[in-house]
């Protein structure tokens, strides 16, 4: 099975900051590769798909980049609302997996 | 609108068997891989199961394999997860997704229903 590794687990930053999170995989997963943000009692809410597609509706401030084994989430201008858990998920073998998340919070 | 209802959670007893369902709306249900993910307390999100649009192909995560049993009605629009066997592991929050064709992201979930493992 894949293994997803985030880093860092948990982030603090301040409002307007640039903020980037990075997912490794095991092995090469293309791209397939996304991004999710969880809020507290919340369902995940799709980011980006397919490591660099934005979602419809999504803010363009997040964006993602990457192939292979190493991707990024980057947020350019961290907005009240973004604070959050994020998780990349690899969907390019079976059983799926995901990482094991990123909590973003206010410093 | 475009949603994802999940109903049948609740609490029981090691050992014992629930039926999750996911009632489906807003769009074609059965042009879509769907998927079942969960999220124990405090913790991240695991991949539990996934089928095929028309149900032919079926996938589950090693640590339910043989206990969970995913199905779909495609004439109710409807996913279900039948978790049996359980233990106090499995007790989660568990979500169905929509699954994007060719990236296989999941763009739709619901609102998650409760599994509570207890005697």
């Known amino acids: 099975d894949i293994q997803m590794t985030q880093s860092p687990s948990s982030l603090s930053a301040s409002i307007g900051d640039r903020v980037t999170i990075t997912c490794r995989a095991s092995?090469?997963?293309?791209?397939?590769l996304h991004w999710y943000q969880q809020k507290p009692g919340k369902a995940p809410k799709l980011l980006i798909y397919a490591a660099s597609r934005l979602q419809s509706g999504v803010p363009s401030r997040f964006s993602g980049s990457g192939s292979g084994t190493d991707f990024t989430l980057t947020i350019s201008s961290l907005q009240p609302e973004d604070f959050a858990t994020y998780y990349c998920?690899?969907?390019?073998?079976?059983?799926?997996?995901f990482g094991q998340g990123t909590k973003l919070d206010i410093k | 609108e475009v949603q994802l209802v999940e109903s049948g959670g609740g609490l029981v007893q090691p050992g014992g068997s629930l039926r999750l369902s996911c009632a489906a709306s807003?769009?074609?249900?059965?042009?879509?891989?769907m998927h079942w993910v969960r999220q124990a307390p405090g913790r991240g999100l695991e991949y539990v199961s996934a089928i095929s649009s028309d149900g032919g192909r079926t996938y589950y995560a090693d640590s339910v394999k043989g206990r969970f049993t995913i199905s779909r009605d495609n004439s109710k629009n409807t996913l279900y997860l039948q978790v049996g066997s359980l233990r106090a592991e499995d007790m989660a929050v568990y979500y169905c997704?929509?699954?994007?064709?060719?990236?296989?992201?999941?763009?739709?979930w619901g609102q998650g229903t409760t599994v509570t493992v207890s005697s």
């Open positions: 998920q690899q969907s390019y073998s079976t059983p799926c997996s």
């Open positions: 997704a929509r699954g994007v064709t060719v990236s296989y992201a999941m763009d739709v």
């Open positions: 807003g769009f074609m249900f059965t042009s879509y891989a």
């Open positions: 092995q090469s997963i293309s791209s397939y």
